[in-house]
């Protein structure tokens, strides 16, 4: 079984950035399909970004396009969230996400992935 380790949260001025980090444990990060959601209270689980298992593919949902990359360094077996621009708006707990489906798509449905990091708490202040 896969445990995605999550680092990087904290309160941060609007405007500024920050840089969440996930490593999971047991199975090297490029055999793994991986994503980054966020929960805000009374909201639902939405997919952030979400990058393929061939390292190749990204997506990312409109509210952080042109703010947020998705990446990962296979020497550190860790996939990154870079969040630049951050606006109150993305006050969040983000959670890692992680799939060994071995279809070559890109997953965007939480039903799609079956690990799940303990989340961070991103709180960003007016």
């Known amino acids: 079984q896969v445990q995605l380790h999550e680092s990087g949260g904290g309160l941060v001025q609007s405007g500024g950035s920050l840089k969440l980090s996930c490593a999971p444990s047991e199975r090297a990060v490029d055999s793994l399909h991986m994503a980054w959601f966020r929960q805000a209270p009374g909201k639902e689980r939405e997919c952030v970004a979400a990058?393929?298992?061939?390292?190749?593919?990204?997506w990312y949902a409109d509210a952080v396009k042109g703010r947020f990359t998705i990446s990962r360094e296979d020497g550190l077996n860790t996939v990154f969230l870079q969040m630049n621009r951050v606006e109150p708006e993305d006050t969040a707990n983000y959670y890692c996400a992680a799939s060994a489906s071995p279809r070559s798509l890109i997953f965007t449905a939480p039903s799609a992935y079956t690990e799940w990091g303990q989340g961070t708490q991103v709180t960003i202040s007016s």
């Open positions: 990058l393929s298992r061939s390292g190749f593919r990204t």
